[in-house]
């Protein structure tokens, strides 16, 4: 007999709670896969399951969205606009139960899932108004008797293969903008959080979107590696969009550049966050304070190096040690936390090594520094280590856990130097009251995105991505993110 599951939570709409791949608007298991577990991160406890799918569902699954394509595609702008803004509608209207499925899948607390509806919304809205501004051109040649023009068309079948930390933002950035384009697609979820995603194509089915326009594989950790390569490597997707570390990046680069798919690559992070001598330290600290422990530090932004001038050094660790002091580390769903367990276990042992080579290497630890075991779920300590050097594991990898790293700095060359000293360049953060200072390190930080006395560097309206090995393409943004999802295509016309 079938596992049986209790879903700790109850929800207005209990129709947003599915259990199995979504595919031509039909809820379907795996041909020859079996299930994998839903596991709250906050209690260790298993609460559903969904469909391993394997390389044979792949098939089925794109020769839908390609049949559904040759129909989507000829979908007047405005209408797909209008399915867009119901979808957005219908989401707001459910938010109080979609918060509660994304705490119970990535921990993390429920204000902070009514924080990344809020955001992700934000998207659907967005796309909804690009999808009627994607224009073509016409120009007049060197040569007489002609003229040159371009159209921008769908690309075809897109692939998204997207992580656990913001399961619904992650997925709405890229598939509002590609059913903007008028594209279809297949999501593939990180195995720790499919049901999100289930609930939002609940809806976008009753907003209105056609059968085979977005479609859902859920897969288990084992068969992720053939199923995302079987996806890319079909001859009928046509983009691929991946957002995840870099190590997996390389890796469906790898596969699209045998089809030579289209591409856009939203990977790790590593992000520097500097605060001079002159800065607002009380600004700096509420945007780090937000920044650094939203979601137990499992953000792709979150600063992972925090470079501090000498000269207030001492003080801003000891502000960010009274304040870190305050957070309530327990289950998101509890009243009161403001800080929710990592999503997997792996993410404990990566946070305690990183911990234990930094305190090797001569870091103080001066608060938090272990696991939190009486707890149940995977819960790790908020840490602050000081006297960080660029020798240690933190210094070249994302901690991707509630540690926050401080290194002093003298000198802005210093600063700009240590900053850029990484092979990631997603985004940057600098504090100061000087102009002068904000404008060169906004000019000389190697990040797809500087946040000048602000943490927030992430909106629907600004292009989103990262250079170096953070990355290309970009998502989000005016023109820039829909046309990741189209072609250009010339046309010349005589008129002798
Ligand atoms: P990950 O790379 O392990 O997984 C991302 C996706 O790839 C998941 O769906 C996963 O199931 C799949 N995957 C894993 N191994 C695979 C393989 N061998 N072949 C094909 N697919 C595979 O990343 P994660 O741990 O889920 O997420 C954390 C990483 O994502 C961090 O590095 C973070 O910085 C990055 N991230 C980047 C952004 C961004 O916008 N730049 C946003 C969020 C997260």
Same mark, same amino acid.
């Given at each position: 007999m079938a596992k049986q599951y209790k879903v700790p939570f109850e929800l207005n709409n209990p129709e947003l709670l599915h259990y199995e791949s979504f595919v031509d608007n039909k809820w379907i298991s795996s041909k020859k896969g079996g299930r994998f577990e839903v596991v709250d991160p906050g209690t260790d406890i298993a609460w559903a399951s969904c469909p391993a799918n394997t390389v044979d569902d792949v098939p089925h699954a794109v020769e839908v969205a390609h049949a559904a394509f040759n129909q989507y595609r000829k979908v007047v702008p405005r209408q797909r606009a209008q399915w867009l803004l119901k979808w957005d509608a219908l989401i707001r209207e459910n938010k109080d139960d979609i918060a509660k499925i994304i705490t119970y899948e990535t921990g993390k607390p429920i204000a902070e899932s009514y924080g990344e509806i809020d955001y992700s919304t934000g998207f659907t809205w967005w796309f909804a108004g690009e999808a009627e501004r994607i224009f073509g051109t016409v120009s007049t040649p060197a040569l007489p008797g002609r003229r040159i023009f371009t159209i921008k068309q769908p690309i075809g079948v897109a692939v998204a293969l997207v992580p656990w930390n913001f399961p619904m933002a992650m997925i709405l950035r890229k598939a509002a903008a590609a059913l903007a384009a008028g594209c279809t697609m297949i999501? =593939?979820?990180s195995p720790e959080t499919p049901l999100t995603i289930l609930s939002l194509v609940h809806l976008a089915q009753k907003a209105g979107?056609?059968?085979?326009?977005?479609n859902v594989l859920t897969t288990d950790l084992e068969n992720t590696p053939a199923l995302s390569e079987a996806?890319? =490597?079909?001859p009928l997707v046509k983009k691929v969009t991946f957002t995840g570390s870099?190590?997996?990046?390389k890796i469906i680069a790898g596969h699209c550049a045998t089809g030579l798919k289209k591409v856009t690559l939203e990977l790790g992070g590593n992000c520097p966050l500097v605060v001079f001598d002159d800065a607002n330290l009380d600004q700096a600290m509420d945007h780090l304070m937000a920044l650094k422990w939203r979601h137990a530090g499992q953000a792709c932004i979150t600063a992972n190096r925090i470079y501090v001038q000498a000269g207030v050094y001492e003080k801003f660790a000891n502000m960010l040690k009274e304040r870190t002091s305050k957070i309530v580390t327990g289950h998101g769903a509890a009243e009161g936390t403001t800080m929710g367990p990592v999503t997997t276990p792996r993410s404990l042992d990566k946070a305690t090594s990183q911990v234990q080579d930094a305190r090797k290497l001569g870091a103080k630890v001066i608060l938090g520094g272990n696991q939190i075991k009486d707890k149940g779920g995977y819960f790790f300590e908020p840490t602050i280590l000081t006297d960080m050097t660029e020798k240690m594991l933190i210094s070249r990898e994302e901690s991707f856990a509630p540690i926050a790293a401080l290194y002093k700095f003298d000198t802005e060359e210093e600063a700009t130097k240590w900053a850029n000293d990484t092979s990631m360049?997603?985004?940057?953060?600098?504090?100061?009251k000087n102009i002068d200072i904000l404008w060169r390190m906004y000019e000389n930080l190697e990040a797809g995105m500087i946040g000048l006395n602000t943490g927030n560097s992430s909106a629907a309206e600004s292009p989103f991505g990262g250079i170096k090995e953070s990355g290309y393409g =970009?998502?989000?943004g005016k023109d820039v993110a829909v046309n990741e999802y189209l072609i250009t295509k010339t046309g010349t016309l005589s008129l002798e």
């Open positions: 999501v =593939k979820p979107f056609p059968a085979g326009v977005l996806l890319c =490597k079909h870099t190590r997996v990046g360049g997603l985004a940057s953060y600098v504090f100061s =970009k998502e989000s």
